[in-house]
Structure formats: C-alpha cells, structure tokens
C-alpha cells in the first residue's frame, strides 16, 4: 500500500514538500497520546517480545536501529519517530545560530538508486531553540524514555577559526537533554566544512565538546564524531586513533558521499552499503570492542543492517529507505534484528 502511495502521491510532490507533510504527520502523531499509541500498536511494535534489550548509551533499547541525523533537523519528531519503531533518534544537525540553509531545490530522489541528493545546507532553527524543544519532550514520561541524541554542525557564516566556539555553543545547548553527541564534521553541503575532518584541525574541536558537554550537563556525555564516506582509509583511521586518543565514545560512520554524478551535494542511500562497511570495519579495528560505533549509510533491509553489525557496529541508523519503504519498516526491521 505505502509503495504505491509513495509512487503516486509523494512523487508528484517535490522532495522537501513531501519531507515537510510526513515531519507534519509524525509530529502530531507524537504530540498526541491515543494517536502515539495507535501508531505504536500499529507500526511500532517494540521488539521485546522478540529479544533481550540492548544497552546503548547507558540505556535500554529493543533493537539496534535509531534514525539518522537530517531527518527531525529541530527535535520536533522524535516522540513520533520513537512510536514508529525507531529504536533512538538523533536530532539536527542544529547549529549554533538559526540558519535557513542552501537555496531550494535542495533534496532531490533518484528512484532508480532508492536513494536521495541533498544541498540542504543545516538549515534549522539554532541549538537554542532544539534544546528548548528537547527539554519540553524531557518533562514527560514518554520524552523522558526516549533514547535521544543531537547532531551538531557549524554555522555556514562561522569562520574556521572560530569552529571551537562554534560547536562549544551548541554542545552546551543541548547537551543536558540528551543521551549522546554526535560532532557533525562530514557534511559536504557547508563550504570548508570537511576540511575540519583533518585530525590537527578537528583535534580542539573534539576536546572543547567533550568538556563543555559535560560541564553543562553535570554529568559525562557521550561524544562521538562523525565522519564521510569519502575519507581515504588512512584518514579514517586517524580520526578513530584520535577519539581513542581524546576517550570520546565512538564514531558515526558514514554520511554522505561527493562521489555520485547528480550534481553537488550528498548521496545518501543504497549506493552507499558496501562503503559504509567498510569504513566501520577500520573504525572498529582500531577503537577496539568497548567504543560505540554507529553504522549508517544505505540500510534498506535485514542482511544491511546485519553487514554492519557483523563489521563491527554497535548499532545501525537509516533515513532513505525510511522514505523509500513507508512507516512500517523501521518496527519491521528493528523486530526482524531482535529476533536474530
């Protein structure tokens, strides 16, 4: 049914349009408590009738899959995607100041690829105003068993030199209302940005999150980094040997990929498996077995997901194929990976 739903209405809308109507649904079924458990009965379906919990983050979650940053960009979701069956959610990338993003059209599909471009650029509302919407959901009883993550990334108009400042402000916003970090360094959609993948460039900006993060949460926060697919594999393996180095709690590997011949901006989808795998295999070869590593990158089905479990992540996240196969799917594959 969704497919064709998806083949005939979504389709006809462009991308962003219809990424702005489903966040609409989700956000209302979320808000709304008989509607969040008629969502949860229906789709959701926690899988702990079919396995043991796992703990991520010091948490208890039923299934290794969480949705990836992009999708919920201002924590307006998260109580929504949670009764869909996402495992953990990850809000952002929020940025330290309002920005609008890159100019439309900036999120195009390619069907034929199950996969997604995007310029879209960090467009959000600022940590602020994330973090403020983070410890609304945090005063309920629901919000407070969510398993939450923020994203942060640097303001388009922050110059390099100010990057520390940058992330420190966000980290300090949002990092008492969450379970984890993610530094976003990756994205290709902000000029320079992956420029500060560099280890001696990304080194200060690691540690000043890691110790603002804590300070204003008065406890310790998970931090992890995020990296591209796009990396050569020395590269990657510097950024893992640095957040051993620094005692950060793991890596997010991958975002999306430059290498597509669609224009600029990110792939994401598909296309991006067989990287995605092997980039998390390098990471978990040199952090060792107590890091968290998140694997991310084309998930569509069980043996994805499984790929990266087998390579070494901790736990799995998806955004494409959430488009691409409908509102079941991550309860169907979050129970499908508990029951094995």
Do not use: C
């Not at 960009?73 to 990338?93: D, P, R, S, W």
């Not at 609008?100 to 940590?127: D, T, Y």
């Not at 804590?214 to 990657?236: F, G, N, Q, S, W």
């Not at 107590?290 to 997901?305: F, H, Q, Y």
């Amino acid at each position: 049914m969704y497919d064709t739903l998806f083949r005939l209405g979504f389709t006809r809308l462009d991308a962003e349009q219809a990424h702005h109507l489903a966040g609409a649904l989700i956000r209302v079924a979320g808000a709304t408590p008989p509607l969040r458990g008629a969502v949860r009965a229906s789709f959701g379906r926690p899988a702990g009738a079919a396995g043991e919990p796992m703990t991520l983050f010091g948490r208890e979650v039923y299934g290794p899959l969480g949705v990836a940053a992009g999708f919920d960009k201002n924590a307006t979701m998260a109580a929504g995607l949670g009764a869909l069956g996402f495992a953990f959610v990850e809000i952002g990338t929020v940025t330290a100041r309002p920005q609008p993003g890159n100019e439309k059209p900036r999120l195009h599909r390619v069907i034929e690829r199950s996969a997604l471009v995007n310029r879209m650029g960090f467009n959000n509302a600022g940590a602020h105003a994330a973090a403020r919407r983070l410890a609304r959901l945090r005063r309920t009883p629901h919000g407070r068993r969510l398993v939450l993550g923020a994203n942060i990334g640097k303001t388009k108009l922050t110059p390099a030199s100010d990057a520390v400042a940058d992330y420190v402000t966000s980290a300090r916003a949002v990092a008492p209302h969450v379970d984890y970090l993610v530094v976003n360094v990756s994205s290709p959609n902000t000029p320079g940005l992956r420029d500060l993948q560099q280890t001696e460039a990304l080194r200060p900006i690691l540690a000043a999150v890691r110790d603002a993060a804590t300070a204003a949460a008065a406890r310790e926060v998970p931090v992890l980094v995020k990296i591209a697919p796009d990396l050569a594999d020395a590269d990657v393996d510097g950024v893992a040997h640095l957040a051993s180095e620094l005692g950060l709690a793991g890596v997010v590997a991958v975002n999306t990929t430059i290498a597509h011949e669609y224009g600029s901006g990110g792939l994401s989808g598909a296309p991006l498996v067989d990287r995605g795998v092997e980039v998390v295999r390098r990471v978990r070869r040199v952090l060792g077995d107590d890091a968290v590593v998140i694997g991310v990158g084309g998930i569509s089905t069980e043996n994805d997901a499984r790929r990266y479990l087998d390579a070494g992540a901790t736990a799995v996240q998806a955004y494409t194929a959430f488009i691409y196969r409908g509102p079941a799917w991550p309860g169907r594959l979050n129970r499908a990976l508990a029951r094995r």
